[in-house]
Structures are given as C-alpha cells and as structure tokens.
C-alpha cells in the first residue's frame, strides 16, 4: 500500500506550482527572494502612473522597488506607496522622494537622500515625495506660450509670402548675382596684378635699397659738419650786417650822415653841379684856363 495516495501527490505538486509561481513573479518584478529588505513609505498625492515592481534609484543606482501602493478611495488621504531598499542601505533624515516620467512615458521614482549622517529614517517610517515633471512637464509648460504665438507666427509668414511674391525681388536677386560675378572678374584681375607686381618686387627693391644707401650716405656727410661751428659764423655775419644797418640808420659816420643828412646831401648836389657846369664851360672855353706857346709867350685872355 502506498504511503501517499494519488490525491495527496496532486495537492502537493500544486501547492509546489503555486509558490513558484509566486516567488517567479515577485523575482521577474526585481524583488529580492531570499534576502530580508527594509521597508519604507512614501506618501504622494500624485502618483502619476506609478505602480507595483517599478524600480527605485539612489543616485543614478536602483536599490530597491515598488512594493505596494495603497489608494484612498474616499480622497480624503494621500496614495501611500510601500517600497523596500537593501538592508544596507541607511536613508537620511529629511530625505525625499520624486516620481520622474520620460518621454516614453516609463516612470521610476528617485530616492533624494539628505546630508545628514547623524539621522537616519527607521523601517516602517514615512517620507515625503512629490512629482518631478521633468521635459514633459517643461515642455507642457511652453505649450500656453507657443500657442500665443501661432497667431503672430501666422502674420509673420503672410508677410513674408507678401515679400517673396514682389517681383522686385527675382529682379534683386538677379542683380546680386550680376555683382557676385563681377567681383569674382575684379578679384582674378587683382591676383593677375599682383602676381605682376611680385615679380617686380625685386627690381623695385634694389631700387629702394640704392635710394636707402644715398639716403644714408647723405646722413653720413651731414653728421660730418661742423654744424655748430657754420652756426657760430652765421651768427657772427648776422651780428655785423645788423651792426652795419644800425649804423647806417643814424648819424653817425659818412654813410649814415649821407643817408640821413638832407644838409649834406644838398651840398653834395650843388658841388657836383658846379664841378659839371665847371667842366662845360673848360670844354667850350679852353684857352681860359690852359696856355700853350711854342715860343714861351703868354697871351692874355680876352
């Protein structure tokens, strides 16, 4: 006879499937099966679209997951939601919680751990969470705003449908264009000038350099005079013309009583009119005042 009958063996099999099952699902939802983890709650009063087996980060690291969420129907609570963490991990006092969504629309929940070391939250306590809108939120935000501009959106390309249909413009753009190629003429004109001029650079440097060489020869002959003595000269010249015209100016001396004397000039006048009327009258009278004979007689003047 058997020891277990055919039913007992069937019961067992089950309730052996069953708690697979279980620990299978709870192991597919990122719960540990055989480690004992700290659990604590979060109190929101928006979820968003959080749920059971959603994971929980610290930090950029997942160190837990959502293990439960108690919903108050009568609205009168906040959503209660229950998660564990790895015993290791010790939270903060006044840490927080954030529910974050992507734009895919997936949505995990942030652990905003506190500086403080000395505190830390007890299994079983309660902290504070809150709704993080992140892009979605900020672009949501942005949609109020870009609505107010569709209608100064809508002017704006009418006006600039208005421009693009004036015909003056095909007629601008023709001349750009007509400009465009005549500065591209210009511009390969100039390369072919200047090409011309590098290879004169040379001759017109030696002719510069022979210009430089004078140049400084004629610097060299300057800095050999004797500058300062030619001035002392010059100086001195200077000194005795003014001293001659000072002189000249009054009266003293016969070029300064002759230029400056009326008396004098007057005299001047007179004697050399009577030297000329002298002169006149030897030249019709000679024999007045000059006596040839051949034999030594003298006749008397008439």
């Given amino acids: 006879m058997n020891k277990f009958s055919k039913e007992i063996k069937i019961a067992l099999v ?4 069953i708690v697979l099952l279980y620990l299978g699902m709870n192991f597919l939802k990122g719960m540990s099966l055989f480690t004992n983890n700290n659990t604590y709650y979060i ?6 679209g959080l749920s059971s087996s959603n994971p929980i980060f610290a930090d950029g690291y997942q160190v837990g997951v959502v293990k439960s969420i108690d919903f108050d129907y ?22 927080s919680a954030e529910i974050v969504s992507d734009f895919m629309g997936n949505v995990k929940m942030n652990l905003l751990l506190a500086n403080n070391p000395q505190e830390r939250v007890m299994p079983g306590d309660t902290i ?5 809108p992140g892009m979605l939120g900020r672009a949501g935000e942005m949609i109020p705003v870009i609505e107010k501009m569709l209608p100064k959106l809508d002017s704006i390309l009418a006006s600039v449908n208005t421009l693009l249909a004036d015909p003056n413009i095909s007629r601008t753009l023709g ?6 190629h005549d500065l591209t003429t210009s511009t390969k004109e100039l390369n072919t000038l200047m090409a011309g001029l590098n290879k004169n650079v040379p001759g017109l440097m030696g002719k510069a350099n022979g210009v430089l060489d004078n140049t400084t020869q004629l610097t060299s002959n300057l800095a050999a005079l004797d500058l300062e003595g030619t001035m002392t000269r010059v100086n001195q010249t200077l000194d005795n013309v003014q001293t001659l015209t000072h002189n000249m100016n009054s009266n003293k001396g016969t070029l300064g009583l002759l230029m400056n004397d009326a008396t004098l000039y007057d005299k001047l006048n007179a004697t050399v009119q009577s030297a000329d009327t002298l002169l006149n009258n030897l030249r019709e009278h000679p024999k007045r005042y000059v006596h040839f004979s051949i034999f030594g ?6």
Avoid: C, H, M, Y
Wanted: net charge neutral; charged share 25%; proline share 2%.
């Fill in 297 to 302: 007689k003298k006749e008397k003047a008439q």
């Fill in 128 to 132: 504070i969470g809150s709704i993080n």
């Fill in 74 to 95: 009568s609205g009168e609570k906040d959503v209660i939601v229950a998660f564990s963490v790895d015993n290791d991990l010790r939270i903060p006092k006044g840490s």
């Fill in 175 to 180: 001349n750009v264009q007509q400009v465009t």
């Fill in 43 to 48: 109190s929101f009063t928006d979820i968003s």
């Fill in 14 to 17: 089950a309730i052996v499937g």
